[in-house]
Protein backbone atom coordinates (compact mmCIF):
# COMPACT_ATOMS: atom_id res chain seq x y z
CA UNK A 1 0.00 0.00 0.00
CA UNK A 2 1.38 3.33 -0.63
CA UNK A 3 0.63 6.93 1.14
CA UNK A 4 -1.76 9.67 -0.14
CA UNK A 5 0.44 12.11 -1.68
CA UNK A 6 -0.86 15.33 0.61
CA UNK A 7 0.94 17.54 -1.75
CA UNK A 8 3.79 17.94 -3.84
CA UNK A 9 5.70 20.07 -2.20
CA UNK A 10 7.51 20.51 1.69
CA UNK A 11 5.44 21.71 4.03
CA UNK A 12 7.63 24.46 5.94
CA UNK A 13 7.38 24.51 9.76
CA UNK A 14 8.66 26.59 12.29
CA UNK A 15 9.79 23.93 15.16
CA UNK A 16 11.05 24.65 19.15
CA UNK A 17 14.31 22.70 20.24
CA UNK A 18 13.51 19.94 22.72
CA UNK A 19 9.95 19.52 21.12
CA UNK A 20 8.79 16.33 19.47
CA UNK A 21 6.37 16.55 15.95
CA UNK A 22 4.22 13.65 14.92
CA UNK A 23 4.44 13.47 10.98
CA UNK A 24 1.73 11.66 9.04
CA UNK A 25 3.16 9.04 6.96
CA UNK A 26 -0.04 8.58 5.56
CA UNK A 27 -1.35 11.33 3.66
CA UNK A 28 -5.00 10.98 5.22
CA UNK A 29 -4.58 13.92 7.78
CA UNK A 30 -6.72 16.90 7.91
CA UNK A 31 -3.33 18.65 9.88
CA UNK A 32 -0.86 18.33 7.72
CA UNK A 33 1.84 17.32 8.01
CA UNK A 34 1.30 16.13 11.24
CA UNK A 35 -0.75 12.87 12.35
CA UNK A 36 -4.38 13.10 13.34
CA UNK A 37 -4.92 9.74 13.42
CA UNK A 38 -6.72 9.09 9.92
CA UNK A 39 -3.87 6.02 9.65
CA UNK A 40 -5.74 4.27 11.93
CA UNK A 41 -6.58 0.78 10.86
CA UNK A 42 -3.78 1.03 7.97
CA UNK A 43 -0.22 -0.26 7.64
CA UNK A 44 0.80 3.12 8.68
CA UNK A 45 2.14 5.18 11.54
CA UNK A 46 3.50 8.60 12.44
CA UNK A 47 6.96 9.28 12.30
CA UNK A 48 8.51 10.85 15.34
CA UNK A 49 10.58 14.04 14.98
CA UNK A 50 12.44 15.58 17.50
CA UNK A 51 14.07 19.59 16.99
CA UNK A 52 17.18 19.63 18.47
CA UNK A 53 17.49 23.60 17.08
CA UNK A 54 14.65 26.10 17.16
CA UNK A 55 14.50 26.95 13.28
CA UNK A 56 12.14 25.97 10.02
CA UNK A 57 12.68 22.91 9.29
CA UNK A 58 10.71 21.06 5.80
CA UNK A 59 8.51 17.75 6.29
CA UNK A 60 7.70 15.98 3.89
CA UNK A 61 4.07 16.86 1.84
CA UNK A 62 3.85 13.88 -0.69
CA UNK A 63 4.92 11.08 1.71
CA UNK A 64 7.44 9.66 -0.90
CA UNK A 65 10.56 10.64 1.07
CA UNK A 66 14.01 8.47 2.47
CA UNK A 67 14.52 11.33 4.41
CA UNK A 68 12.17 10.25 6.87
CA UNK A 69 9.85 13.26 7.85
CA UNK A 70 12.15 15.74 6.61
CA UNK A 71 11.42 16.54 2.47
CA UNK A 72 14.44 15.24 0.44
CA UNK A 73 12.92 16.55 -2.78
CA UNK A 74 11.14 13.28 -4.34
CA UNK A 75 8.03 15.03 -5.09
CA UNK A 76 10.33 16.52 -8.34
CA UNK A 77 9.70 12.68 -9.49
CA UNK A 78 6.61 12.28 -9.07
Given at each position: ???TIAQKSPYPVAVEAG???YWCACG???SQP???GSHKGSEFVPVK???TASQTVYFCGCKHSANGALCDGS???L
Amino acid sequence: MSATIAQKSPYPVAVEAGKSYYWCACGKSKSQPFCDGSHKGSEFVPVKYEATASQTVYFCGCKHSANGALCDGSHNKL
